[in-house]
């Protein structure tokens, strides 16, 4: 129960984006808890999500042994570490060995599909990613990645339908989201976005990335008060960093003054004066090149 309470703990404050926060707090339970692998197979999720590669495959190597269900996670993990460090041999080798374990283990499907792309085999990369999809049609990942090779071989409507059911499905992550944000951004289809935004928003309520793509989609369509009702309750939930305070300006600007009512028992957060802070304004990450994760 402590170990559930703990990662459950973590999840909340990932999604929030306070990354380093949750890492102190899987490496306190480390401390309490030193030969519970699953403390480390959570750290080393998280590290993952953060791009931080090198500290993900770290705190495997520190993972003491486990039974065979989880040495299979450590093993896809440190798979996918050794990718992201661009060790591609490595990822192989280690991939190799989950799947001999587990033939249809779909991330592992996935991750022989990123490392054909790599190798410039697109066609085998995306015969992999239908196998990790057969194998686990809910799991997102290989739905964004035929979304970047359909880009590629210019079928945007093509690749629209895979963002969005990436989207659908595991709308938490980051790669998942940013890739569907972007892309609804190129192409200026801001209505349905909406819609799926909000869906997924009133799933996981605590998720900033979410939070923050709907007030873009809403940005977008001009519809600055309901903007600006989600921007306040952003500011309650993550603070003031990550450029909403820009983005509340940009709206408030949109709206002219606020008028506030003498009744009024607390102030709204869009009649605070944000002027001397210097965040950056909100806006949609671009990728320079085809990745799951870079």
């Not at 791009?51 to 996918?80: C, G, H, N, T, V």
């Not at 989950?98 to 085998?124: C, E, F, Q, T, W």
């Not at 970047?148 to 079928?155: A, I, N, Q």
Request: charged share 25%.
């Amino acid at each position: 129960m402590q170990t559930i309470q703990l990662l459950a703990r973590t999840e909340e404050l990932s999604q929030k984006g306070k990354i380093d926060a949750a890492v102190e707090v899987l490496l306190g339970g480390i401390g309490v808890q030193p030969e519970n692998p699953r403390v480390y197979l959570g750290l080393s999720e998280i590290l993952l999500a953060a791009k931080r590669f090198q500290d993900a495959k770290d705190a495997l190597s520190e993972m003491p042994p486990a039974d065979k269900i989880k040495e299979l996670r450590k093993a896809q993990l440190l798979a996918y570490a050794e990718e992201g460090l661009e060790n591609y041999a490595a990822a192989q080798a280690q991939i190799e060995q989950v799947l001999l374990m587990n033939p249809g283990h779909a991330p592992a499907l996935n991750l022989k599909g990123i490392l054909a792309y790599r190798n410039d085999d697109p066609i085998s990369a995306e015969k992999y990613f239908n196998r990790a999809i057969d194998s686990d049609p809910g799991y997102g990942e290989p739905y964004t990645n035929l979304g970047m090779l359909c880009l590629e071989s210019d079928r945007p409507q093509d690749a629209l339908k895979f963002f969005e059911k990436a989207f659908r499905l595991t709308p938490t992550d980051l790669d998942i989201a940013t890739n569907y944000h972007s892309y609804i951004g190129a192409t200026a289809d801001f209505t349905k976005a909406e819609v799926l935004a909000r869906e997924s928003a009133a799933l996981y309520p605590n998720n900033q990335k979410i939070k923050y793509m709907l007030i873009d989609f809403l940005v977008q369509q001009g519809k600055y008060e309901m903007a600006m009702s989600e921007i306040e309750d952003a500011v309650i939930k993550f603070g003031t960093d990550n450029g909403i305070i820009g983005a509340a300006l940009k709206v408030r600007e949109k709206l002219g003054p606020i008028a506030i009512r003498k009744s009024s028992p607390k102030v709204p957060v869009s009649a605070v004066s944000y002027t001397h802070l210097t965040l950056p304004t909100m806006r949609l990450r671009c990728r320079s090149r085809w990745s799951p994760y870079h």
